[in-house]
């Protein structure tokens, strides 16, 4: 029997934009009582990750828990482990900035709490090879990764027992594998099963070194598991039983290991995440039949390492919104490194903060579902903008220009007030709209779309087992919690992407209640039509002549609407359908906006009938938006809810409210209707 090597690690991280009383529930229920504890075992060393935003609330509002951090590393007990500083998915950066957020952190680090850093955590372990020279350039000496990494390179499960060298253009680096079985454990299962899982390991006879790093978080901010690992002392029994069985188990730091071990050897890891990433980042159509699929092989020990899914970046082609976010960032990284701003400027700190992973994917728990997490995105992106355009003067034009890399060109219309970025290819719609003074996208709403888990939770609620229960749950259970009765109601899918100035032509015979549900039949082919664009004038005119179905007949109509940006913040839309037909028609028209509000109210589920105006106040921006018609016409106003999960169970979230100008007229051949729409954002009074 030979003792084996423990490494265990912790990894803590709140989200930008994360509320204030999260970051402190965080530290009252598992920063500070998991720290407390490990102050109690002063042999026992393990090994922390941070990110800067954490590390700035801890300066700012608990300076007593840096000190404890001091005095660790002072007895050599505690290693700290470097990152990115906003915790971005560091392989879908630029590479300057790459190198930029794991400096700061480091530095950060090296100036408050005078320790040098070897190794850097890799948000969410997404990996792709090119990350060896990153971190090596950045002065990283090794990293950790999840123990699929290395199996799905062809090793097996008894072949990570230390940790292997990665290369790349000359460049190695140092990776260890983190025992999975080992995340699924700790702290859910009785501390005897992990001291015997060690005690299996040390039978082994020969050198070994396991790994257990993952969220800091699972130690008291998880549902139930404050009661379980504080108040039920599983922690401090853990830490025990180590102590008691120390002629099996000796913990160490990830730099005690490079110091006193030789490597496995060299290997070289594919793209990948842990498991169950590779799972979310499925297209939601086929993520039940993976489910299957991995169930039916589970048992199959020689067939699992090589069973996974996607990897991060499908993420990007998954959600729009997480592409417009992502093609948003790139483009103000571009432009502000063409200009050699210093590190230490707020305008690289500000886009560092929008490079923040959390709100650009979803899996278990809300990320990109959660609008406040994305609006943080955007205030950090348009900070950015708003210092870029301080120093270099916006020219208040249309740029033509390829936004999100689908090699077709969208229409960017930018001034020191506002952003309108158009796509002629999606129905010659607006996909954002950005108020620079107040640093905020009205346009970001999610489409309501269909995920994997919705099946389940469908089931759930047609057999009666969903239930409400705090009780202890890894984020691994088959249970189904609710947070509210009646979530099926709103499970509602959108067949376009929910965005500006969208042209519908309904059934004549659309009423307003069938707009939530998506129940109207769609009588045109403009909505997910292309339409022909070009910049006249300073005015961006759109123009589309598609079909309409009227009398069992596709009959040829032209749309054209002229977007003009105003001067403070809004547009002005000029519109004109035409029939091109020899027949004569009627017609129900309606154009979709769409609203990121920031909370729900009464009035954003209404029919307002022969109005002109339409105005919605936002306590909490303090802005208001005005619609004006130049025509009377109808107003349907409803809200855009979707559902997702969430660490406490599924859950109803208001991402913006759907905004529809309804016209009904008849249009004898070569005849035209024609009327404006006014959009204004304004101050509150």
Not at 103 to 114: C, H, P, R, V, Y
Not at 567 to 594: H, P
Not at 628 to 650: Q, R
Request: glycine fraction near 6%.
């Amino acid at each position: 029997m030979k003792k084996i090597k423990f490494v265990f690690g912790i990894h803590n991280h709140q989200p930008v934009g994360n509320f204030k009383w999260v970051f402190q529930k965080a530290y009252d229920v598992a920063y500070k009582p998991f720290l407390d504890v490990m102050s109690k075992h002063e042999n026992i060393k393990w090994n922390l990750h941070s990110s800067g935003m954490l590390w700035e609330f801890m300066m700012d509002e608990h300076p007593d828990y840096i000190k404890k951090i001091k005095k660790m590393i002072s007895k050599k007990s505690l290693e700290i482990i470097s990152g990115g500083y906003y915790e971005p998915i560091l392989s879908v950066i630029p590479e300057h900035d790459r190198q930029g957020q794991i400096k700061q952190l480091s530095k950060f680090i090296k100036d408050t709490l005078g320790y040098e850093c070897k190794g850097a955590w890799v948000a969410e372990r997404v990996w792709e090879p090119s990350l060896v020279k990153t971190l090596a350039d950045a002065g990283i000496k090794y990293t950790i990764l999840d123990d699929v990494h290395f199996m799905a390179s062809g090793l097996k499960e008894k072949d990570l027992n230390g940790f292997y060298v990665t290369e790349d253009q000359g460049c190695s680096l140092s990776v260890f594998p983190i025992s999975q079985r080992l995340r699924y454990l700790i702290p859910f299962q009785d501390v005897s099963v992990c001291i015997d899982y060690f005690r299996q390991l040390a039978n082994e006879d020969k050198d070994i070194v396991v790994v257990m790093a993952d969220d800091g978080e699972k130690f008291g901010m998880w549902p139930g598991t404050n009661k379980h690992v504080y108040e039920n002392k599983w922690l401090d029994n853990f830490l025990t039983a180590i102590e008691e069985n120390s002629d099996i188990v000796e913990t160490v730091t990830f730099s005690e290991v490079l110091n006193t071990t030789k490597p496995e050897g060299r290997i070289y890891l594919p793209t990948n995440s842990y498991f169950e990433m590779s799972e979310w980042t499925l297209p939601s159509t086929v993520q039940n039949d993976f489910d299957i699929f991995v169930k039916q092989n589970e048992s199959r020990q020689e067939v699992k390492p090589f069973i996974r899914g996607g990897f991060w970046r499908n993420f990007l082609n998954k959600y729009e919104e997480s592409n417009n976010m992502h093609k948003k960032m790139i483009r103000l990284s571009n432009k502000i490194h063409n200009k050699n701003f210093s590190s230490e400027d707020k305008i690289q700190k500000a886009l560092y903060a929008g490079q923040c992973n959390c709100a650009y994917w979803h899996g278990v728990f809300g990320g990109l579902y959660l609008p406040h997490l994305r609006n943080a995105i955007y205030d950090s992106l348009l900070e950015a903008e708003n210092l870029y355009n301080k120093k270099y003067k916006s020219k208040n034009l249309w740029i033509k220009e390829d936004f999100n890399c689908d090699m077709t060109d969208e229409f960017l219309y930018e001034s020191a007030n506002q952003d309108i970025y158009v796509s002629a290819q999606d129905g010659g719609s607006i996909f954002e709209f950005d108020i620079l003074n107040s640093k905020y996208n009205f346009l970001n709403v999610l489409t309501r779309k269909y995920e994997g888990y919705h099946k389940k939770l469908k089931e759930a609620i047609e057999n009666n087992r969903v239930t409400d229960s705090q009780e202890l749950t890894s984020i691994h259970t088959d249970a189904v919690k609710v947070k509210e009765i009646g979530l099926e109601k709103h499970l509602v899918y959108d067949w376009y992407r929910k965005s500006s100035l969208l042209d519908h032509f309904f059934n004549n015979d659309t009423k307003f209640e069938q707009l939530y549900g998506v129940q109207f039949r769609e009588e045109g082919d403009f909505v997910l039509g292309k339409y022909d664009a070009k910049i006249v004038s300073g005015n961006l005119e759109l123009t589309r002549k598609g079909h309409v179905w009227f009398n069992n007949e596709h009959l040829p109509v032209e749309v054209k609407k002229i977007i003009k940006p105003l001067k403070t913040e809004g547009y002005e839309t000029e519109y004109k359908v035409k029939n091109l037909s020899d027949i004569e028609m009627n017609f129900t028209f309606g154009v979709e906006q769409v609203f990121a509000f920031s909370e729900m109210i009464d009035d954003d589920n209404k029919e307002f009938l022969n109005k002109k105006v339409w105005t919605r106040q936002d306590k909490n921006l303090g802005l208001k938006v005005k619609i004006t018609s130049s025509k009377n016409c109808d107003y349907w106003v409803v809200p855009v809810n979707t559902i997702s999960t969430s660490e406490n169970g599924y859950e109803k979230t208001y991402q913006g409210t759907t905004v529809v100008n309804v016209y009904k007229f008849n249009l004898k051949k070569g005849g035209n209707f024609s009327f404006k729409l006014k959009t204004e954002i304004l101050k509150n009074k």
